[in-house]
C-alpha cells in the first residue's frame, strides 16, 4: 500500500472543486477530470479500494479518456457562438446632422455629410459597420406620404 484508501466523500469534494474550477479557466480540461473524481468517487462508495494510488490512478485516468474523446466538442458547442452578430442594421429612419456626424436612434454615427449643414434632416438608409449610410440628396426631399 503506497496511500491510504481515500474517503468517497473526499474524492466527491475534489471533483466538484474541479468543477468548479472549469468555471473560472474555461479550458474544458479541469472539468473531465472533475469528472473523473466524482466518478472514482461513487465507485469508491461502492468497492473497496486498497490503496489511494489506484484511485487516483483511475480518476486521472478516466479524466484524461474523457477529455481527448470530448474537449473538442464540447469546447466547439460552448466557446463557438453560432449566432453571427453584425455591426449592420436595416430598415432607416431620420437623423440629423450634429458636428460633422449624423444623430440617429440616440447614437451619433459617421457619414458622408458632405454639403450639409448641423441641424439639417436626412433619412438615413441603413447602418453598416459603424457608418450611416445616407438616403441620396434627391430622394430625401420627399415629403411624407
Do not use: C
Not at 63 to 83: T, Y
Not at 92 to 114: I, N, S
Amino acid at each position: 500500500m503506497i496511500i491510504a484508501p481515500i474517503e468517497p466523500q473526499y474524492l466527491l469534494a475534489l471533483g466538484i472543486a474541479l468543477i468548479a474550477a472549469e468555471i473560472v479557466t474555461t479550458s474544458f480540461v479541469l472539468f473531465w477530470f472533475g469528472i473523473g473524481f466524482v466518478l472514482v468517487s461513487l465507485f469508491s462508495a461502492l468497492y473497496s479500494f486498497a490503496d489511494g494510488s489506484v484511485q487516483l490512478a483511475w480518476a486521472f485516468g478516466i479524466g484524461a479518456v474523457l477529455m481527448f474523446l470530448l474537449r473538442s466538442r464540447f469546447v466547439a458547442r460552448f466557446m463557438n457562438s453560432k449566432e453571427h452578430h453584425t455591426d449592420s442594421f436595416e430598415g432607416g429612419g431620420e437623423g440629423v446632422v450634429k458636428e460633422g456626424r449624423v444623430f440617429f436612434r440616440g447614437t451619433y454615427w459617421d457619414a458622408d455629410v458632405e454639403g450639409l449643414e448641423d441641424g439639417e434632416k436626412v433619412f438615413v438608409e441603413r447602418l453598416e459597420h459603424g457608418h450611416a449610410v445616407l438616403e441620396s440628396k434627391t430622394k430625401s426631399d420627399r415629403s411624407p406620404a
